[in-house]
């Protein structure tokens, strides 16, 4: 079985349009703009054997808000500058068993791709995707970003960045004696 660590796009990979305290998706790929430590992270992660699978919750192009290709666009461009293996969209509404905090798309992921859940994690910035994450039995890690959001479980570890949260999964495989290339 592989290992995973799961990560939602906006907020994680890419800065947010942050407006009155709320983290929305950025509306065009002039906004799309990838943190600077995220290209590193993963592939210090792709190196421990991890595969990376993005996991994003899309519903402005269900609501008719954003265009699908826009999003494709954006994903394009996340891919071609990150090692991600895998990217995960529900462009459904929160009735969809897709839309986190429901974990159709881990599911989904681990089904394909022969994961191990347990040993996978799931890193958010939003309480949505640590109710995912600990619902698919991840270990979770939440990015802090100050949104006027409440999490509504704690998850296992708190971070400042995707950097931050990669030295929490080295150190965590480490010290449980897993291989950590």
């Not at 006027?148 to 971070?159: F, G, K, N, T, V």
């Amino acid at each position: 079985m592989n290992r995973a660590v799961f990560l939602d796009r906006d907020g994680v990979i890419n800065r947010p349009a942050v407006r009155e305290g709320k983290s929305y998706p950025p509306e065009s790929m002039e906004d799309f703009s990838i943190y600077p430590d995220v290209a590193e992270a993963c592939a210090r992660l792709k190196a421990a054997g991890f595969l990376i699978v993005v996991v994003t919750n899309q519903p402005d192009v269900g609501r008719g808000t954003q265009r699908r290709e826009v999003v494709e666009a954006m994903h394009a461009r996340m891919c071609a500058a990150v090692c991600i293996d895998r990217v995960e969209v529900c462009y459904d509404s929160e009735m969809s068993q897709l839309y986190k905090p429901a974990t159709g798309m881990l599911l989904r992921a681990a089904s394909d791709l022969l994961l191990d859940l347990s040993s996978s994690f799931m890193v958010g910035d939003r309480w949505r995707d640590v109710d995912c994450g600990r619902a698919a039995g991840c270990t979770t890690i939440f990015i802090e970003r100050g949104y006027r959001e409440s999490l509504r479980q704690q998850p296992d570890y708190r971070a400042a960045s995707l950097g931050e949260a990669t030295e929490i999964i080295l150190r965590r495989c480490q010290r449980e004696g897993e291989s950590c290339l």
